[in-house]
């Protein structure tokens, strides 16, 4: 698992790597100036504080190399030289800081820089294979789930690359200076102010296995949240119909508790975790103290190489105490790695197929097709054979379920078939390339959707270079631009998430226009006029015959108005085709279903008028 978190990490940075190697670079740097300090406060003491009370002030012997360099850059230790002695040292302090600081925000600076690249890299990839994922994928997922991973774990995965890892080579840094700065002056007080490393390093470890399974169930519980909040938005007016406030206000705490314990947990975890380790640090603080006490009354080290030995041993111990945060929060990064990994993995659509030099005419057949969806028992096609000549007005009738929509889905090749063959200009539609194919049809679905823009650049979405004129033309013929009036800005009236502002048939009416100013060659209305009255279908229907007159359109629909005009009628039930013909073939066969719709709805509406 560990190589796995150094893989995911690597691959992520790897275009900026030479920008975190810099900043790397730099922070050790800024690391090594950080060091010099508590060395100069060692020269000020032994150099000039205890030798001038000793009135010794030349000629000062040290084994400590990095003192000695100190001693050489300062004038001779004299009385005469005192003032140049605290001044030269005021500027090497001066110096050192803004060395240190110059260097520490060029870390930064690259350091963020790189990272925001990189996430924003990674948030791309991720939603780009969104894109082309299948149905299937989106049909086991739930969308608050999937917008979570594409958030939350995307920032948590930011964190660490922005805090932990920088964090990680600066106070690795700090530690071995530290660590080699106090060698310097006295090998075996060293090894003392280090010997609690190993116990805190270890409790990081077993940290860092739990962190990992109790993150990731706080994810999933964050999963759960996110898809309540998601689905309550997009059905706030069921909600609101319903006055079913209180019982999703309800739904929402509920999960919002078993967040809440899971959080507890969390938090409770950390709170060993630190109470633990930071009882090890100081532990050692007091060993070091103790330590270093004894080697000064022993005469082993002078009263300066003391006070920067406990600067040394307090750099050390912060290090450690960072360095372990670093290693738990490895396990939330590892976490947020794989729960990206269930999208970024999941198999893509194929869309290899080839390209038809000749412009599409429009001939579609099924022959013998059967379709079960995913991880259903039951068939929504059995046997399936029918045939659309290129031109002609083909209707779908049948009760809900009867498999009408799924063929629509077959013939967008959303889906395959289980078993049988779809041919579009005598092409087997499995050997075209996707996209080219769903670009040739255009379809209304059952389920409006509109996006939260204007109604111009909603009508405009698959256009987007329309000029006004052709969208204009869309919308008359959709018989929106008849209502323009009633929006308050007229077409550049924004139109709330997805469509919230507006009826289902001037959402439906906003969705045809858009399939309209596509031109595909084959068109397909699933329910396209469900939501309007009858007076504005028939004004639709009107409208749409120029649209029609040379177009192969598939019609779905329940209202026999909405199929009066078609070619051939297929009524469908139970997956299978069980009527077909012109409407008044069907009118003749005796308990047919094309025949008993016929009679309740010319009764409702001999009732009505």
Request: contains cysteine.
């Amino acid at each position: 698992m560990k190589h796995y978190l150094l893989r995911k990490i690597s691959a992520t940075l790897h275009t900026w790597k030479h920008y975190y190697l810099l900043a790397g670079l730099l922070l050790i740097g800024t690391t090594f100036f950080r060091m010099l300090e508590p060395k100069l406060l060692q020269v000020a003491i032994d150099g000039i504080i205890q030798n001038f009370q000793t009135g010794n002030i030349a000629n000062i012997t040290t084994n400590d190399v990095v003192a000695q360099q100190i001693y050489h850059i300062l004038p001779d230790l004299t009385y005469q030289n005192l003032n140049a002695i605290l001044l030269g040292l005021a500027i090497l302090f001066v110096v050192i800081a803004l060395l240190r600081g110059l260097f520490m925000f060029g870390a930064g600076a690259l350091n963020a820089f790189a990272t925001e690249r990189a996430t924003k890299r990674l948030r791309d990839n991720l939603f780009s294979h969104i894109q082309l994922l299948p149905l299937s994928f989106m049909a086991k997922n739930k969308t608050g789930e999937i917008i979570q991973r594409c958030t939350g774990d995307v920032d948590t995965i930011r964190d660490f690359i922005n805090n932990q890892i920088s964090d990680l080579i600066f106070f690795s840094s700090i530690f071995i200076w530290a660590v080699v700065m106090m060698a310097s002056v006295h090998i075996s007080y060293t090894v003392i102010a280090i010997a609690g490393m190993p116990f805190i390093i270890l409790n990081a470890y077993y940290f860092f296995k739990r962190e990992g399974d109790i993150w990731e169930k706080h994810e999933a519980e964050q999963d759960k949240l996110t898809s309540i909040v998601e689905e309550n938005l997009t059905g706030i007016r069921v909600v609101k119909a319903f006055a079913q406030e209180q019982k999703e206000l309800n739904r929402f705490e509920t999960q919002n508790q078993a967040k809440l314990a899971i959080g507890k947990k969390h938090v409770m975890l950390h709170a060993r975790f630190w109470t633990i380790s930071d009882g090890f640090i100081w532990l050692q603080m007091t060993v070091s103290i103790l330590a270093g006490a004894w080697f000064a009354l022993k005469g082993q080290i002078t009263i300066g190489e003391l006070a920067a030995f406990y600067t040394y041993a307090g750099q050390v111990t912060f290090p450690m105490r960072q360095l372990a945060k670093v290693v738990s929060k490895m396990g939330m990064a590892r976490v947020a790695f794989e729960r990206i990994d269930t999208i970024l993995e999941a198999e893509t659509e194929n869309y290899e197929g080839k390209i038809p030099d000749k412009p599409v005419i429009g001939d579609i057949e099924f022959q013998n097709v059967s379709f079960k969806y995913p991880e259903s028992e039951t068939y929504a096609l059995q046997n399936v054979s029918f045939r659309i000549f290129a031109g002609q007005t083909i209707a779908f009738l049948g009760p809900s379920g009867s498999g009408k929509t799924t063929i629509i889905n077959l013939l967008l090749r959303l889906y395959e078939p289980s078993s049988g063959q779809i041919l579009l200009d005598g092409q087997p539609i499995q050997t075209l390339n996707k996209q080219w194919l769903r670009q040739q049809i255009g379809a209304v679905l059952q389920k409006p959707f509109l996006f939260s823009t204007t109604i111009t650049r909603n009508i405009a979405h698959a256009h987007p270079t329309a000029n006004e004129k052709e969208v204009l033309y869309a919308a008359k013929s959709a018989a929106i631009y008849e209502i323009k009036h009633l929006f308050t800005q007229g077409f550049d009236t924004l139109v709330g998430e997805k469509g919230v502002t507006l009826s289902g048939g001037q959402k439906q009416r906003v969705t045809l226009a858009r399939t309209l100013l596509e031109n595909p060659a084959i068109l397909v209305l699933d329910d396209a006029t469900s939501a309007v009255d009858t007076e504005t279908e028939h004004f639709i229907q009107a409208a749409l015959k120029k649209h029609l007159a040379k177009k192969t359109t598939i019609i779905i629909a329940h209202r026999l108005s909405s199929v009066q005009h078609a070619n051939q009628i297929i009524v469908m039930q139970n997956g299978q085709i069980t009527e077909q013909g012109t409407p008044n073939e069907l009118l003749t066969i005796e308990d047919g279903y094309f025949k008993k719709v016929h009679q309740v709805q010319t009764a409702l509406e001999a009732n009505l008028f």
